[in-house]
């Protein structure tokens, strides 16, 4: 998605969080920083064009669909420790860091892609995790890109692993591990869900 399409979007999610766009920013710019110019997005392409994808969110509901995954495995942060943990290693990992663990680390020693999102509540996990992770990587903000930072559109973890699906041209996107309805989250958990399902909306994914 162009950033003129998705800005509409974003000043909105903006509003209903109160989040501030130039926090976004100087995530964006820590983040361009501390990745030093690693950028393995026609990896994360090739993983993905032409191929059916499989997006895996953190619901609890993801241990009883393992059996739908197929072809290419996108985690959604903390996903990715129940993939692990029932022996599929993720070919990539979307995450803003708040589930990371070195789980993270093991797995981008293996060579899962680590898609790394900077926003403005995350400079701390940023400066703790990325110079952690030695393997493949791509950097992403939900602001304005910048060089080696890219927007592929969504907000939160498991609807950005679908934008980039979208984007980047899978030839066919399954969903597990969903649940926005979800009743046990906190209010903040809530509202992320709730736009997560409209931006999903957008893309022509009705959950
Ligand atoms: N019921 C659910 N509970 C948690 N995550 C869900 C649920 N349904 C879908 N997801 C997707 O799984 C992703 C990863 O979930 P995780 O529990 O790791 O959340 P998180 O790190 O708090 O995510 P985020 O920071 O994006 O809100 C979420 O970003 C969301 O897109
Ligand atoms: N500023 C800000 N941006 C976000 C946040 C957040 O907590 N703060 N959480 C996200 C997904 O959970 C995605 N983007």
Same mark, same amino acid.
């Given at each position: 998605?162009?950033?003129?399409?998705?800005? =509409?979007?974003?000043?909105?999610?903006?509003?209903?969080?109160?989040?501030?766009?130039?926090?976004?920013?100087?995530?964006?710019?820590?983040?361009?920083?501390? /990745?030093?110019?690693?950028?393995?997005?026609?990896?994360?392409?090739?993983?993905?064009?032409?191929?059916?994808?499989?997006?895996?969110?953190?619901?609890?509901?993801?241990?009883?669909?393992?059996?739908?995954?197929?072809?290419?495995?996108? /985690?959604?942060?903390?996903?990715?420790?129940?993939?692990?943990?029932?022996?599929?290693?993720?070919?990539?990992?979307?995450?803003?860091?708040?589930?990371?663990?070195?789980?993270?680390?093991?797995?981008?020693?293996?060579?899962?892609?680590?898609?790394?999102?900077?926003?403005?509540?995350?400079?701390?996990?940023?400066?703790?995790?990325? =110079?952690?992770?030695?393997? =493949?990587?791509?950097?992403?903000?939900?602001?304005?890109?910048?060089?080696?930072?890219?927007?592929?559109?969504?907000?939160?973890?498991?609807?950005?692993?679908?934008?980039?699906?979208?984007?980047?041209?899978? /030839?066919?996107?399954?969903?597990?591990?969903?649940?926005?309805?979800?009743?046990?989250?906190? =209010?903040?958990?809530?509202?992320?869900?709730?736009? /997560?399902?409209?931006?999903?909306?957008?893309?022509?994914?009705?959950?």
């Amino acid at each position: 998605m162009r950033f003129a399409d998705w800005e =509409p979007h974003y000043t909105a999610i903006l509003e209903y969080f109160g989040f501030e766009r130039e926090a976004d920013e100087a995530a964006a710019r820590l983040l361009a920083d501390l /990745a030093g110019g690693r950028d393995d997005l026609g990896l994360l392409e090739a993983l993905i064009r032409d191929r059916p994808v499989t997006v895996c969110g953190n619901a609890p509901s993801l241990p009883d669909e393992l059996g739908r995954i197929e072809g290419t495995v996108l /985690a959604a942060d903390a996903a990715a420790e129940v993939l692990v943990n029932h022996g599929i290693r993720p070919d990539a990992v979307f995450t803003d860091l708040d589930g990371a663990t070195d789980v993270f680390v093991d797995l981008s020693e293996q060579g899962t892609v680590m898609v790394v999102h900077a926003h403005g509540d995350n400079l701390p996990l940023l400066r703790h995790w990325v =110079p952690r992770l030695p393997g =493949p990587f791509v950097a992403t903000t939900q602001a304005a890109p910048l060089p080696h930072v890219h927007n592929l559109g969504g907000f939160t973890d498991g609807d950005r692993a679908v934008f980039a699906a979208d984007d980047l041209g899978a /030839a066919e996107i399954r969903i597990v591990g969903f649940d926005l309805a979800d009743k046990n989250v906190d =209010p903040l958990k809530r509202g992320k869900l709730f736009w /997560a399902g409209e931006l999903l909306r957008l893309i022509g994914h009705d959950l």
